[in-house]
Nanobody
């Protein structure tokens, strides 16, 4: 099992940038595939981005391509979500998740461990 703690959420102006962090513990981080999900108010939790073992491959939801980058630092047991050009539809609670396996998965049912989430708010 992997324990995950998100941080970096907060208030940012539209068009601005924000970097979320997710610190992991409990299992060798380099062997865990990581994903970011978000849940806007009144909506279902949906996939944002994923990164495979050692960061060899990444996958993004079409709605965030070009604006969001997922990276990982295995030495620090941390995965990041860099968000640029934030839009009014981006506000949500963002969650990081982990799963066993070397490939990226895009559904929440494929992830076994979840963080508590961090709130992102965008002002205009």
């Amino acid at each position: 099992q992997v324990h995950l703690v998100e941080s970096g959420g907060g208030l940012v102006q539209a068009g601005g940038s924000l970097r979320l962090s997710c610190a992991a513990s409990g299992r060798a981080f380099s062997t865990v595939t990581m994903g970011w999900f978000r849940q806007p108010p009144g909506k279902e939790r949906g996939f944002v981005a994923g990164i495979s073992w050692y960061g060899a491959s990444t996958y993004y939801h079409d709605s965030v391509k070009g604006r969001i980058t997922i990276t990982r630092d295995n030495a620090k047991n941390t995965v990041y979500l860099q968000m640029n050009s934030l839009k009014p539809e981006d506000p949500a609670v963002y969650y990081c998740a982990a799963r066993r396996g070397c490939s990226v998965a895009s559904t929440r049912f494929e992830y076994s461990d979840w963080g508590q989430g961090t709130q992102v708010t965008v002002s205009s």
